[in-house]
Structures are given as structure tokens and as C-alpha cells.
């Protein structure tokens, strides 16, 4: 099992985008280029993005800025939601090639408001979905139109900040030093002396490296551990049988102790709670199963939202 | 200098032959521009822009004698786009107080205008700003006489010395924008004298071959019509040899009383010269011996200028490498460092630190106004690229600060805040109309009627941002003083930036970061209150400006200033010692001695004041009348020597009509700044 993916996106070969319809089990941490646009539709799914997560209800909408690690997991509702995943360069400038954007854009959390209500996006992401089922080329270029809209109303709409390159073409270097460090990680999170041995893989004193991951993931080498180790073991609580004290092992916690303590700490929830739950938002509810989502249900939802 | 006055003077005989044999039409010709106003909405419309092209004005083919062909300024060629050079605007590069850095400008630009085959240059803006919310103030070098004039006649010896005429503006009077057209000023005879008319004279006696006359009123009469200013004045006291040219299209309103005046020349379309100025002189309105004098001087002046030499120009000098490093060059001396608490500048940029940019002028290209001065270059960097380039191993996050708990956030996350903060071409610069459909340049601007301070928007930004984090500068965008007292105390350093034209962000982010030592001076004063400052009204037909203005006004009123005339900060530290005064028979001479005490090369603007508490009359308590910038490496010192023509030293008494020397004791001051702490004080008695 790899959690900290890098995951190549295929778009659409008509437009710069990939949009679907899909209902969320659970995704785990992954990062891409793209930035993400998510709109739930039915029922409520976890957003984590480091080191904040928030539960998204329906008609909540967020975008998750590009390079951005980030993972999703079911509530014990059943979910539909949209997601619209961006290729970079769709947001390109021409008059300064080396700017990248991160756009304040999370209805859930609402830290940094829009200038005009979530409605405004989440009634054009609606649009987009909705379209996507046409067939006609009228649709096709409704799309790209809609496409365009979005990204304007997020220079517009949104407050965002500027990451100004010296030289942006010069930095493609560093995302593949990124995806060095996180797959070094996901490789080898037991070991006692990851930082070390990350530096000396990697060329970076510790400082630098701590500095890299912030700036890149808002992780720590730490905390990236942790919870990879956290998601390995709610891996094996609901999909094995394994004893605790096994998984704890298995998953390198040192102890038992460590293990609940931590698994605690980090999902609000025991070990043996998250077996015999998940990590719920309503804990008294039953876990339903997972039920594939009806695509007339979903483009139903979706006008609704108009 | 070839074309000098003694040289030009040298083709009035020639001149005088030609023009003897011109019908009265060919010679009418002479004296206004050939193109049409619908030419040039053409250009405006054309995806160009106004003077495109040189503009064309008289000029005789049969004779072989070429047209004058104008190119604007001055922050560089107007003409082309994509291509010429943008220097920083005059007033930053006034507070360099570099006249040798300015004369190579100046012969820059000629270059440039030789390359696009123009021959006169119409930016040599020197007029003096009664007021700071003057909306062109930054086509000027600041508001003290004495260093317009020089910095105004280094600029003109540079473009004359490529054998292009320096065209000196706007004369007289001209320092309100928004009722330019319908302004009538007035002053007494010692302000004109004293105070606004000195720095034409220094340029003309520097050899200006053209005087562009403004478009604004002098005592209710047309300054394009002046008789006194035009003719009494200029020509006749000052003996001037060139030529007048109006400003352009609404700068002179009366055929008769123009051509009467002393006007030479109608800018840039023939609308009131031409056939009515023909009919004017066959009715006996105008005197055809006027007509031969204005064609003579245009004649002498032009012939001088395009025989002067057959060097070739190539269009590669437009832009090039070596003009772009000069205009880098004069944004890293103007730029002016005016408070830095606790050395919080020059920042660090350790790798993987985190600097956060705020304020939306930072990410913006912003050389100035987009009037008839804008200069379309190759690019701009802006503050935000310059930043990133020079902190390149830093982590460099930019957000417009509209939102202030997120910009509070990203301050106290950072290792050092700056705050781009300030005006544009909106805020201040030139302005036509309101109907812009009757502008030739579609300018917005105008005067700073509202506020000489900062958008209250930037002033909430600093004020609520700046003490989360410390470790904090902000860069003030615009073209004259900017109020800092609101909001000062919440930042670490302040660095007034002017418009540093299309490499300012580089220059700006050098200074951040301590790569080059500031070295600009203020070429005003900032007051603590606006209303220490003389009062304007900036929509109206008439405004009299008072004797005093700026520093001289606070200093004789015993009002302190916030930050004082020719005040700027450096990172090293400079001790001026060893004073010395003497008075020889024309001059006086002071000297002193500069040690730069500090770890860090820099360069100090030495100024001489001289005071006149002894006066029979109401004089200032002083006046800059000396200035000289040394660059002094760290632990060394260097003598300063400057001198002050005694003539400079005279005030205009209005009953005998005389400039006169009082014989006196005076002060005499040296040092870095007008405050007198800054300051060695000595006397000396005439």
C-alpha cells in the first residue's frame, strides 16, 4: 500500500480539466499539480489537509490548491460529490511565467471569506458537472467556457496568495525532490533515523529540509510519519483481524501505549473504537456499507444546486 | 557641448539669409507642429499612443532646412512601444542629488531620440511644486530652486551634448494639474523672482536652445501669450537664443496675442497660427518683423542642431544594455531610505526563509503617470519579481493585504513583511478631462486633491498588520511626499521608492536585502500636519502662491518636520568633520571632511545651506545652495569641497528692479540633511 502518492491526473482530452462524479471511501494522502475543486452533493465526506481537516457537508465546496497533500475519507453517510481537477496551466500568466496561486477557497472552515457568497461557486461547479453529461458540442464549449469562469472568479472572488519564483522553470526540480522525500517516507517510515537518512538521501541539512516540507506539504518529516503509520493501521483494523498489540507492532508504535495514545490523539477515536465504528462524525450511527452512487441521482443533486 | 549659445549664435547670419528670402507663408510655416489632431487620435486609436512618432513642427524642404521633431520625456523617449528605455521618474531621480549620474541620462535619451530621428527633447521638467499634490510632481527633481536647476541643467547639457535640443518646461507657474487650462497664478515680484523663475534661468544659462511655455495663467494673461515672461524676461534679461514652443494644443488661445506675446512656435497642430497668423500680419495685427524673429531663432537654433554632426544613430541603441543599467543605476541612488528602527534593514535572506509581500502595488507595473510622460519599455520589474529574484533561495508569498486577519497570519508567520504601499497613474499624473474623449492621452490622474497621504486602505493594512511582525519595511510608490506620521510608528523601515522606472524592482529588493547601500536624499520635506504646507485649491481660475513653500516655509515658522529636506539614511554610518569657510571675490568655498565610520561602502550627499538671519529684508532662515554626492569605501574618508557663486547668494529687490547682495554677516552650514543637527555650522561676512 503507497498513501503518499503522487497521482498523475489523466484529463479530458478535449479541455485542460478532468471532472467526474464519484463517491469518496476513502482517498489517503496524495498530492498533485492539479488544483481540485470539490463540491459535495449528498451525505458528507473528511477533508484533511494538513494539519487542519474538516467534514464537508452537502453543498459545502473547497478547492484544494495544487502541490497540496491532501486526503478524503467517508463519514458513516453515504457521499456524492463532484470534483473538477484543474491542470496547472490553466492558471499561467502571461505577464509573469514564474507566479504560482493559492486560492482561499473552503466553505466548510471558512477562515479566509470570498468576496461574493459560496453560492457563486458552487452553482458554477454545478454547471460544469451538469454539462460534462451532455453530449453535444454545444456542452463541450460550455465547458471550457464554464472552466474559464471558474478560474476567473477565483482571481476575482477569492482572496489568494502570490508565490513569486526567481525562476519558476528552475523549480520543477524541487516538486521532484518533493516526491523523492515523500516516497522515501512511505517506503521506510519505520525507521528510527528517517531525518537522517532523508538529508543525506536528499542533500539538505535538517533545517533546510524542515523548511522544504513546510513550505511544500505544511508537514513535518514527523508528523508525515505518524500518519502514515495512523492510516496503515486503520488499514489493517478494518480490513484484518489482527490483534491490536500485532497492528501496533506491525505498524512500528513501539508499544501498545504509544499506539493508543497516538491513534487517539490523532483520530478521536481508540483502535478498538475504529474497528468496530470507523471514525465516524456521529458515533451512534451504524456504519452503513458502501453503496455505488447513482449517476441520475448525482445530476439530480446537481440541478438542485442551481 | 557643441551646440552651444556662442555656436549657435554663430548661424544667425545664415539664418537671417534664408528667412530674408521666405515668402510670409514659408516663414508662418516655421512656427507651428504639421500634424493633425486627427492624426494623432489615429496613433491613440492605432494600438499606439501619443508621439508614437516624433512629432513634426516647420521645417522647409526646398531649403533643406529639416523640422523639429519632438519626442517627450522625461522618463525617458515616449516614442515607440516595447522599446525605449524608462528610467526612474525625475523626482527619484532628484533625491539622487547626482547632476553627473543625470548628464549621463541626459545623453542616453539623446541617443535614443537620435535613433527614432527625432532632434528635440520636451522633458526637461523643472517646475517647482508650490504645493506636493501637484498630480505631475514627478516629472520635477523636488521643490527647492537651486537643485531644479541644477539637476534640470544636467539633463540638458547630456541631450545637448548628443547634439538633440533640450526643450526646459513648463514655463512659468505650472504646478497645478487639474485647473491647468483655466489657472491664473499670481505672486509677488520677489516669489517669481526668487523662487519660480531661478532654475529656467540656471538652464538657459546652461545653454536650453527651447522653452516650452505652460499652459496655465501668469497675472490673467495666457503664459503662451506672456509679453513680460515671454519676451522681457526671457528674451531680453536672460538674452535667450532659442526658441518658445507652446504646450501642446490648448497652450496658447489667441492668434494676435500669441504671436505678440513672444510665442515662436504652436505645438504640436497648426490651429491658431498658419493661415490666421498670415491673416493677422496682412491686416496689421501682428507685426511681420515678429514673424521674422521667431523664424530666425527657430531657423539658427535648428541649423545649428542638425549640422552639428552625420553621426548615425543605429535603432539598436533604443533600450540597450547600457541604458537599462543607467536606468538601474539611478533607481539604486534615488531611492531613499527615511526610517530604520533597530537596523531592521537590510533584511536577511537565509535559504528557506519566508518574506511576505504585501499591498497590490507590488505586484503591479507601475513607472509613473500615463500621461504624456508614460514610457512604454521592454518590461517592468515589479517590486514582487525583484523581491523573488534577489531572494531567490527565500520563500517568496505575495497577497494584496484586502483581507486583514489573513494578512495578519502570513505576517506573524514570516521572517520579514514589506509592504509595497502607495500611488498609480490613477492616483496622481497628468490630467486632461473629465471627458477623456477630448485628451490626447486618455490620462486619468490629476492632483492629489483629497489627501497627500496614503489610501486609507494602506494605512489600516500597516497600522493593523505592521505590529504582528516586527521584522518589517514598507516601500512608499509616488511621485512626491508622501505623509508617513498616521502610520510610521508601526513599521520597522520606510523606503520612499519614487517610480523607479522599468528595473525599480530590482533596485528596491537590492536595497531590501543589503546588496546595495541607499544613498537617495529627499528633494522635499515631509510635515508632520498637511496643513504646515501652503494651502492650494485645486479646482479653481485663480491661486496665489506666498513666498515661502516646503522646508524654507516650516523652518521659518519654527514648524519641525516629520523628516527633513534631503534627509536619507544609509547602512553605514558617515562623520562629516573639519568644516571650513572662506569667501573669494565671487565665490564662497566650504569644505569638510566625510569618514565613513561604518563596515559598509556607501555614499553620503554632502549639502551646503547658507542662512540669512542678518537680513534687512524677510529671507529665509536658509536655502540649499550647494550639493555634491561622494561615494566613500567603509573606514575611509574623503574631502568635500563645494562652491556657491556669490550671485546665488542675492535676493530681487522689487522697488530698484535689481537682484542685490545684502553685506552682511551670513551662516553657513554643511552637512547630510537641512536639520542642523544634521549640520557644522560656520559664518562668514560680506
Given amino acids: 500500500m503507497s498513501s503518499y502518492i503522487y497521482e498523475a491526473i489523466e484529463h479530458d482530452k478535449r479541455f485542460p480539466a478532468k471532472i467526474f462524479t464519484t463517491s469518496i471511501g476513502k482517498s489517503s494522502y496524495h498530492w498533485h499539480y492539479d488544483y481540485e475543486m470539490m463540491l459535495v452533493l449528498k451525505g458528507s465526506v473528511i477533508l484533511n489537509i494538513f494539519p487542519e481537516s474538516c467534514i464537508m457537508k452537502t453543498g459545502d465546496i473547497a478547492l484544494v490548491n495544487s502541490k497540496t497533500v491532501h486526503g478524503l475519507s467517508k463519514t458513516n453517510e453515504d457521499n456524492i460529490c463532484l470534483f473538477i481537477q484543474l491542470k496547472q496551466e490553466l492558471f499561467e500568466n502571461w505577464q509573469d511565467k514564474n507566479q504560482n496561486y493559492r486560492y482561499y477557497l473552503n466553505s466548510a472552515v471558512n477562515k479566509v471569506e470570498p468576496k461574493v457568497p459560496y453560492a457563486t461557486f458552487i452553482r458554477n461547479a454545478a454547471l460544469i458537472g451538469l454539462e460534462y453529461e451532455g453530449k453535444h458540442l454545444s456542452n463541450f464549449y460550455r465547458i471550457k467556457a464554464l472552466l474559464y469562469t471558474l478560474i476567473a472568479d477565483l482571481f476575482e472572488y477569492t482572496h489568494y496568495d502570490i508565490r513569486e519564483y526567481s525562476d519558476k522553470s528552475a523549480t520543477v526540480e524541487e516538486s521532484d525532490t518533493l516526491l523523492k522525500i515523500l516516497e522515501y517516507i512511505d517506503l521506510n517510515y519505520y525507521s528510527d533515523n528517517i531525518t537522517e537518512e532523508l538529508c543525506s538521501m536528499i542533500g539538505m541539512c535538517e533545517k533546510t529540509l524542515y523548511r522544504f516540507l513546510k513550505r511544500h506539504t505544511d508537514l513535518t518529516v514527523k508528523e508525515l510519519v505518524i500518519s502514515l503509520k495512523i492510516e496503515k493501521a486503520q488499514f489493517l483494523l478494518s480490513s484484518t483481524e489482527k490483534p491490536i498489540n500485532t497492528i501496533a507492532h506491525e505498524c512500528c508504535f513501539g508499544n501498545d501505549k504509544t499506539f493508543y495514545r497516538i491513534f487517539k490523539k490523532e483520530t478521536g477515536v481508540t483502535p478498538m473504537e475504529y474497528r468496530l465504528h470507523g471514525s465516524n462524525v456521529e458515533k451512534n450511527k451504524q456504519v452503513q456499507g458502501y453503496l455505488s452512487f447513482s449517476k441520475n441521482e448525482a445530476i439530480e443533486l446537481m440541478k438542485r444546486m442551481l | 557641448m557643441k551646440c552651444t549659445k556662442k555656436y549657435r549664435i554663430a548661424y544667425t547670419d545664415r539664418a537671417k539669409e534664408i528667412v530674408g ?93 537620435r535613433a527614432y530621428g527625432g532632434n528635440l527633447f520636451g522633458g526637461v521638467c523643472i517646475n517647482l511644486p508650490y504645493n506636493p499634490g501637484w498630480g505631475r510632481g514627478q516629472e520635477t527633481y523636488g ?88 519676451n522681457k524676461v526671457l528674451k531680453e534679461e536672460w538674452d535667450f537664443d532659442g526658441f518658445v514652443m507652446s504646450d501642446f494644443v490648448w497652450g496658447i488661445r489667441d492668434t494676435v496675442e500669441a504671436a505678440n506675446g513672444g510665442q515662436d512656435m504652436e505645438m504640436c497642430c497648426t490651429l491658431l497660427f498658419g493661415d490666421k497668423l498670415v491673416e493677422a500680419v496682412r491686416d496689421g495685427r501682428v507685426p511681420e518683423e515678429k514673424i521674422d524673429q521667431s523664424a530666425i531663432r527657430i531657423m539658427r537654433t535648428i541649423l545649428a542642431f542638425t549640422e552639428a554632426d552625420n553621426r548615425i544613430y543605429d535603432k539598436s541603441l533604443i533600450g540597450c544594455k547600457e541604458h537599462v543599467a543607467l536606468a538601474l543605476e539611478a533607481a539604486r541612488r534615488g531611492i531613499t531610505l527615511i526610517q530604520n528602527k533597530n537596523n531592521v534593514l537590510p533584511f536577511k535572506k537565509d535559504k528557506g526563509s519566508r518574506i511576505v509581500v504585501l499591498g497590490k502595488l507590488a505586484n503591479k507595473e507601475n513607472t509613473g503617470d500615463y500621461g504624456s510622460s508614460r514610457v512604454y519599455p521592454d518590461y517592468v520589474v515589479t517590486p514582487l519579481q525583484g523581491i523573488a529574484r534577489e531572494a531567490s533561495e527565500s520563500e517568496v508569498i505575495f497577497n494584496d493585504g484586502s483581507n486583514l486577519e489573513h494578512a495578519k497570519r502570513l505576517a506573524s508567520e514570516a521572517d520579514c513583511v514589506v509592504f509595497v504601499v502607495g500611488y498609480d497613474h490613477d492616483d496622481e499624473g497628468e490630467y486632461v478631462s473629465e471627458d477623456k474623449s477630448s485628451g490626447y492621452t486618455g490620462s486619468i490622474g490629476g492632483d492629489r486633491v483629497d489627501s497627500l497621504g496614503l489610501h486609507r486602505d494602506e494605512i489600516e493594512l500597516i497600522r493593523e498588520v505592521g505590529p504582528v ?36 524592482g530590482t533596485a528596491i529588493a537590492e536595497i531590501l536585502f543589503g546588496k546595495v547601500n541607499p544613498s537617495g536624499k529627499l528633494p522635499f520635506v515631509i510635515p508632520v500636519k498637511e496643513s504646515d504646507l501652503p494651502r492650494v485649491n485645486w479646482d479653481t481660475t485663480s491661486q496665489y502662491y506666498e513666498y515661502y513653500h516646503g522646508y524654507a516655509k516650516l523652518e521659518k515658522e519654527g514648524i519641525a518636520p516629520s523628516v527633513p529636506y534631503g534627509f536619507g539614511l544609509s547602512y553605514t554610518d558617515f562623520k562629516v568633520y573639519d568644516a571650513d569657510f572662506s569667501v573669494g571675490k565671487d565665490e564662497i568655498t566650504a569644505s569638510c571632511k566625510v569618514k565613513n565610520t561604518g563596515s559598509m561602502d556607501g555614499a553620503e550627499v554632502i549639502q551646503l545651506y547658507v542662512g540669512f538671519s542678518n537680513s534687512g529684508v524677510d529671507r529665509p532662515v536658509k536655502l540649499l545652495r550647494g550639493f555634491k554626492r561622494v561615494e566613500v569605501k567603509a573606514k575611509k574618508e574623503k574631502k568635500v569641497t563645494i562652491t556657491c557663486p556669490l550671485e546665488k547668494l542675492k535676493y530681487y529687490n522689487p522697488e530698484t528692479e535689481q537682484w542685490e547682495l545684502e553685506h552682511m554677516e551670513y551662516e553657513v552650514y554643511i552637512g547630510t540633511s537641512s536639520d542642523n543637527r544634521d549640520l557644522l555650522k560656520g559664518t562668514f561676512r560680506i
Fill in chain 2, 469 to 504: 511582525n516586527s521584522n518589517s519595511a514598507a516601500v512608499l510608490i509616488g511621485g512626491n511626499m508622501i505623509m508617513i506620521d498616521e502610520w510610521k510608528d508601526c513599521v520597522g523601515a520606510i523606503l520612499m521608492a519614487y517610480y523607479p522606472g522599468m528595473e525599480g
Fill in chain 2, 21 to 113: 528670402r521666405l515668402t510670409l507663408e514659408q516663414k508662418v510655416s516655421l512656427m507651428s507642429g504639421s500634424i493633425s489632431l486627427n492624426d494623432m487620435l489615429v496613433d491613440m486609436q492605432d494600438n499606439k499612443h501619443y508621439n508614437y512618432n516624433p512629432y513634426p513642427a516647420g521645417g522647409i524642404a526646398e531649403e533643406g532646412i529639416q523640422p523639429v521633431l519632438f519626442c517627450d520625456g522625461p522618463r525617458g523617449v515616449v516614442c515607440g512601444k516595447g522599446k525605449s528605455t524608462c528610467y526612474p521618474v525625475s523626482m527619484c531621480r532628484g533625491a539622487t542629488f547626482d547632476t553627473e549620474l543625470e548628464e549621463r541620462i541626459g545623453k542616453a535619451i539623446g541617443r535614443e531620440i
Fill in chain 2, 143 to 230: 521643490e527647492e530652486s537651486f537643485h531644479l536647476g541644477q539637476m534640470g541643467s544636467a539633463l540638458v547639457r547630456g541631450v545637448q551634448e548628443e547634439n538633440v535640443i533640450a526643450c526646459v518646461k513648463h514655463y512659468a507657474f505650472n504646478s497645478m494639474e487639474i485647473s491647468r487650462f483655466k489657472v491664473s497664478v499670481d505672486c509677488d515680484k520677489r516669489t517669481e523672482r526668487e523662487v519660480y523663475l531661478p532654475h529656467f534661468k540656471e538652464c538657459i544659462d546652461n545653454g536650453a536652445a527651447c522653452v516650452m511655455s505652460s499652459y496655465n495663467l501668469y497675472k490673467g494673461t495666457q503664459c503662451g501669450h506672456h509679453d513680460y515672461l515671454l
